[in-house]
DNA sequence: GGAGAATTGTTATGTAACGTAACTAATACG
DNA sequence: CGTATTAGTTACGTTACATAACAATTCTCC
């Protein structure tokens, strides 16, 4: 035998881990034919569901801070999937939403990622991938309330 | 409200990159007063667990590429956590074992690790773990199956 | 037993996905 | 009005990866 991982096996953040970087390539591959990667497709496909959205309201919603959001927008922009039209009631910020381009892509992509999805859960009853999908967001909400215990206390 | 992100939500993908975000900070916060990080703790635990493993099997247990390796132990060396010593039935390797130091150190991160991973459970019944843990093993498996798609097929 | 192939660790280098600090333009607010 | 805040941006740094090329060593096999 090779060697063995056993102690960190005993951690689910471990298993995450690995499952995540499992998929992550994988669907990487998947998004590749349509000149997306998995940020970018994620940008797309939340504009798309929440058309005029801004910039910084995308970035809480996927959890990264705004300067990020700028290079990925300028990729979908300059792809023409998505415009940037400036607010007519705040000229500082920008609306967000796709193109007819953008939602055609989007659209057949989403096809692509869910077919992925589907592979990856595959030898899971549906039972199983109910309780996956409540125990990945029970964890992500412990996560998140922990973050707390570090921030703005009372200033 | 804010805006959403409904499409992404019926992705398993979509809630194992988060729960995985949510974690790692949390567990590289949970590291940092040992002066580890994720990789380096993997790796001082995997290598406790062998002792005597070459760096290329490291590398592969942790599914990552051997040059990737070599930054990570010279930082564990450095720290005396761990030794590289030259194999006698093979000079070009070395085996790679924990220090005294390395392995104290190594418990009490383990320790750590365990009650951070604790909190990300908290709320799931024994059963609802043992299916998590699962459901993670499976995705890994089929995502790893779907990568032999793409490689050697018959050199 | 010696030449070419393979393997171990390494160096150099590139990339993607983040984060922080500091700036500009615009708005809000007392 | 003037000061603080907010939206987007620029510049820059870090971490976790990957690939290519290389020296030293070992394997293969004729």
Redesign the interface.
């Known amino acids: 035998m090779?060697?063995?991982?056993?102690?960190?096996r005993?951690?689910?953040?471990?298993?995450?881990?690995?499952?995540?970087?499992?998929?992550?390539?994988?669907?990487n591959?998947t998004l590749a034919p349509f000149g997306l990667r998995?940020l970018t497709y994620?940008a797309l496909?939340?504009i798309?569901?929440?058309p005029g959205?801004r910039q910084t309201?995308?970035a809480?919603?996927?959890?990264i801070e705004r300067p990020n959001l700028v290079l990925i927008l300028d990729e979908l922009e300059g792809a023409d999937l998505v415009v940037r039209t400036r607010a007519r009631d705040d000229r500082r910020a920008y609306e967000l939403k796709v193109t007819l381009k953008g939602r055609r892509l989007c659209d057949r992509a989403?096809e692509a990622?869910?077919a992925?999805?589907a592979?990856?859960?595959?030898?899971?009853d549906e039972s199983?991938?109910e309780?996956?999908?409540?125990?990945?967001?029970?964890?992500?909400m412990?996560?998140?309330s922990?973050?707390d215990r570090?921030k703005v206390s009372r200033p």
Chains 1, 2 share one sequence.
């Open positions: 090779t060697g063995s991982d056993r102690t960190l005993g951690f689910v953040g471990y298993g995450i881990k690995r499952a995540f970087s499992a998929i992550q390539s994988d669907v591959a998995m994620s496909a939340v798309r569901d929440n959205l309201q995308l809480e919603i996927l959890l989403t990622v869910a992925h999805d592979r990856m859960l595959e030898g899971m199983m991938r309780t996956l999908h409540q125990a990945l967001r029970l964890i992500e412990n996560g998140r922990s973050d570090g």
